[in-house]
Structure formats: C-alpha cells, structure tokens
C-alpha cells in the first residue's frame, strides 16, 4: 500500500505567462511546496506583435524558469524526500509547435536563429496563420477524407499545421534548416531525458489528436499526397513526423545527467508523457464521464470525456476535437473552449487604467503596472456585482481574439452595443462577463444538440478561485450548479497524478485521482430570477453574433 511520505511527483505546468512546479505526495495529493516564475523574455513583450497577433516564446524561457522552479521548490527539501521523488510530468500551452533540426533542437536555440521569431515557439494564441487555416478547410471540405472530421468539421489558425505552414511560406532560412516539428509539450519531456533524436521521440496523443489531425482511422497524420496538395512545401513532412502517439500514462525515459546535475532531481526520475494544460488540469480537477471541467483562465478549455464505447463514431459539430484517450486513457476526450476569457478582462481593466497611469505617472513607477491592473479589476468585480440585470442591458460579444468554439472563426471579433450616457465601467464590466458566460453557454448547448449530455460543471483555474462574481454569473447563464476544486493549481495536480502513474506508483489515472485529488472547494447555483433574465439577454447575444457573422466570411 502507498503510505504517505513514501513516494513523491512533481508536476510541471507551463502556461502562456509561466511555469509552475508542484511537489506533490503521491499517497495524499498533498501539496508540499510550489514555485512560479514568469517568462522572462515574454514578460517584456519581446518577439511579439499584438497588432498582428503574433504571439512568439523562446525556448530559453522555458529552459531557464523550468531549472528555476525545480531547484526552488526542492530547495529546504529533505534530502531523503528528494531521493522519493519517482516520477515528473509536464503539461504545456497548445499547440504551441516550434521548428526543430534532426536532434530535435528548436532552430532559435542555434545562434543564427536566436532573435528570429519563426524560429521560435508559436504559442497557442498566435494568429498569424488564418490564411493557411482557411486553405486546410477548402481543401479538407473537397478531399476524398475530411481529414477534420474529428475535429469538429473546421480546421483552426491556432492549431499545428496551420502555423508550420505560414512559418514554411514567410521565412525561407527556417524553413530550409527545419528538418520536423515539435509541440512545445513533446519538446521538454524529450529535453529533460536527453533525447536526442527527432524521429524517435514519443509524441503525445492529446496534441497530436486534437491539434495535428492525427487519428488511428487515418494510419495517423494526413496522408502525404493530401499535405503536398496542401502546398509542396510539406513534401516529406508527414515521414519526419510521426505514425504512434502515445497516451500521459506512458514513460518517456529517465532523467538525463545533465538536468539531474542542473535542477537537482534523481537520476532515475521516470518522465511521462506530455499533454496539453487543460487536459491535465481536467484530470486534476478530478473529471469523470460527462463531466465539463471548465479551465478558465486568460482563454478558456472546457474538456469533457464520456465512454469510448458509446461515442466512439459519434461526431460532434464545431469543438476542438474528439481523441481516444487524450485526457483518460480507454476515454474519448472532447475538447471546446472561448478564445479569450481572462484576457478579455484584463483589456478592459488596462484600458480603464491607461488615464490613471497617464495622470499619475511617478506614482505608478513606483509600483508594478499590473498591480494598478488588478486594483481595476478587483473595484470592477465588486461594482459589477451590485448591479441589477435587466432586459434591456448592454449587450457584448466576447470574440476579442476570434472564436474557437463552437465552430471556428477567427476573423470575428468583438462588440459592444446599447451603449448609452448612463453606461459607466461597471456596466461595460458585466457586460463583457456576461458575455463570456454566454459563450460558455453556446459550447454546452452545442454538446448536448449533438447528443452529447453535460452532467456536471466544474471550474478551476486562477478566476474560478479569485472572482465569485464571475462563477455566479456562470451558474446564473447557464442555469446549472458549478463546483470549484480546491486547488489553485489543477493543471499541475493533474500533471503530477499521470507521473504518478508513469512511475508505477498507481497503475491507472482513475486510482491516482482517487488518491490524489484535491476534493471541491465551493458550489455556486443558479439563482432562478437572475436565470430568467439572462434566457432573454442570451437570445440577444446570439442574434447579436449572428448579424457579426454574416458581414463576415470564413470557411
């Protein structure tokens, strides 16, 4: 039996501003000790432009914060705890995909490539390749196989082939000199065991399925001749890719010399697989059949897992794909999601904050920008829920940064409407909090239409622990219960269950949840006069959405 104290994981959960490492006590799920550090060539905004949405990290970002945060969170650590850590998992952003060479090295870490963005990390927000998404829909829309079939019918701008493709076409150095590609999630797993061979590394079913097309019924990737159609450009990428994926359960290697001197961990540490961040945070937020885990955060995922069995040639309309295995392993995992949640947010609260941090100028030097930020938001939240809701409220569409789902499209964007004198902050506030409500609320009507039932909610992630108001919001909109999980850090609790499991302490996902789960926090319910209100305000979003759509063409 596992005692507690006897065997100890670490999960690693890279997200789109940090990384986070979790000492967790594999018998409990207890939480030892955590450490974050912040990107820091990301922090200072460089390699990106908003205005073009494009989104770039560099892999020393990663490869610094990670050492970073393993010997901070081992540091004042027993040695003989240390020496029981057994296993270490990694989850990431995605797709977030980079060039590599034949060693499985992304480009921007050569010296010719250090400062070029298309040798760097796309990440998952970066919508530079809209063109190129629209050219794999016409093209799969026409093929003898609708290569996106499992992907919901559309094929997105922030997914992998896509953005290889724009790389291909605007950067002729890279594209020379990239012999494969790499997610960011298959990337640092391979890393830390010192592999060093890119046609051997073990990719992960959950971004290989949900953000490359890949499925058993295709012998795996598209074919050769559908991506040469595609553009000649791909000819024999398919071959330097991959035919297996492989489910969060499986071992990589062990850790290499080199990473066990740098962050000192064990030398026999087991690395698991990799998966996307709210794959993972959907297995630490203790998901199970029918459930929706909501990971809400700067975007949100809402992933749901139901019986393969049942499902299994059942096709859901406009998601982020449908994958055996890709979040529990004998499971379909389907995945949904809003483009822009918390980053939704935070643009308005900047906005708000810009003629304060003008006139106050030496005062805000004084502090962080992002403290002024968070005061704006904190003020926001607690005006915005004093307000009543009527029928006639303004009313907003939250496609900031296009809409994943349902169905795809990223040239929408967002509105505001019924703007009036009397329209303050924090009306504009809750408008644009209900309207990310209503957007969670299209994604569950869109299950359930296509047969799909939703059981339960459940919400982790930074705003389902710091905003009440948001999760009440939710519950109201969408007339449904929504439990809270207690940890702050679901996705690295998940990470660290599956490298649980991949070093053999429990021998499936299901048992180390059991064990390892962190239990519910809070339930929010639906308050039944608010629920009334937001049915008629939901009808308005929705033609409001439908005239933005028609002006707009894609697919």
Not at 452 to 460: F, N
Request: proline fraction near 4%; charge should be negative; aromatic fraction near 8%.
């Amino acid at each position: 039996m596992n005692k507690a104290g006897e065997n100890w994981v670490i999960g690693l959960d890279f997200g789109t501003d940090s990384v986070r490492a979790l000492l967790v006590d594999a018998a409990t799920g207890e939480e030892q000790k955590s450490a974050v550090r912040v990107y820091p060539r990301w922090n200072e905004g460089r390699y990106c432009d908003s205005r073009q949405s494009r989104f770039r990290q560099h892999p020393l970002d990663y490869i610094e914060t990670m050492e970073a945060v393993i010997r901070e969170v081992l540091s004042g650590i027993p040695e003989e705890t240390v020496s029981r850590i057994r296993g270490l998992s990694v989850d990431t952003t995605g797709s977030t995909p980079v060039a590599v060479d034949r060693q499985g090295i992304p480009l921007a870490l050569h010296p010719e490539f250090a400062e070029n963005p298309n040798a760097m990390f796309v990440l998952w927000k970066d919508h530079t390749a809209i063109a190129e998404a629209e050219e794999i829909n016409r093209l799969a829309s026409r093929w003898e196989t609708d290569y996106t079939m499992y992907s919901g019918g559309s094929y997105s701008s922030e997914w992998f082939w896509a953005k290889m493709l724009h790389i291909l076409r605007v950067d002729r150095q890279v594209a020379q000199h990239a012999y494969s590609w790499m997610e960011h999630c298959d990337w640092i797993p391979n890393l830390l065991c010192g592999h060093n061979d890119v046609l051997t590394v073990k990719r992960s079913r959950c971004a290989a399925g949900h953000k490359a097309l890949w499925h058993e019924a295709f012998d795996g990737l598209p074919s050769e001749a559908f991506l040469t159609t595609l553009d000649p450009r791909l000819k024999d990428m398919r071959m330097r890719l991959y035919r297996q994926t492989y489910t969060s359960d499986a071992v990589v290697g062990t850790l290499s010399s080199e990473w066990a001197m740098r962050t000192g961990l064990p030398r026999n540490l087991v690395i698991g697989v990799g998966a996307i961040d709210a794959h993972m945070g959907a297995v630490g937020a203790a998901i199970r059949p029918y459930s929706l885990v909501k990971v809400v955060g700067t975007s949100t995922c809402d992933m749901l897992v139901a019986p393969v069995n049942r499902h299994l040639d059942h096709l859901v309309k406009g998601i982020c794909g449908q994958v055996d295995g890709s979040i529990i392993p004998g499971m379909l995992g389907f995945e949904a999601g809003q483009s822009a949640f918390g980053d939704l947010y935070q643009w308005f609260a900047r906005l708000v904050a810009y003629p304060v941090a003008a006139l106050l100028n030496d005062h805000i030097k004084q502090e962080e920008p992002h403290v002024l930020v968070d005061r704006i938001l904190a003020a926001l939240n607690r005006d915005a829920e004093a307000l009543p809701v009527s029928h006639d409220d303004e009313i907003a569409l939250d496609w900031v940064n296009g809409r994943r789902t349902p169905d795809v499209n990223p040239l929408l964007n967002g509105w505001l409407t019924g703007i009036t004198l009397g329209t303050d902050a924090p009306r504009l506030f809750k408008a644009l909090v209900e309207a990310t409500a209503f957007g969670s609320k299209a994604i569950v009507d869109r299950f359930e239409a296509e047969g799909i039932p939703v059981r339960e909610i459940i919400a982790t992630g930074g705003i389902a622990k710091k905003s009440p108001y948001i999760m009440q919001v939710l519950a109201d909109v969408l007339d449904r219960p929504i439990k809270t999980v207690k940890t702050e850090q679901s996705c690295a609790l998940g990470a660290a269950m599956y490298a649980a499991v991949a070093a053999g302490v429990y021998s499936s996902i299901e048992a180390a949840q059991q064990a390892m789960s962190s239990g519910f926090e809070r339930e929010f319910y639906p308050r039944t006069d608010r629920a009334d209100v937001y049915r008629v305000l939901f009808q308005r979003y929705q033609a409001l959405g439908n005239l933005q759509e028609k002006s707009t063409s894609y697919n």
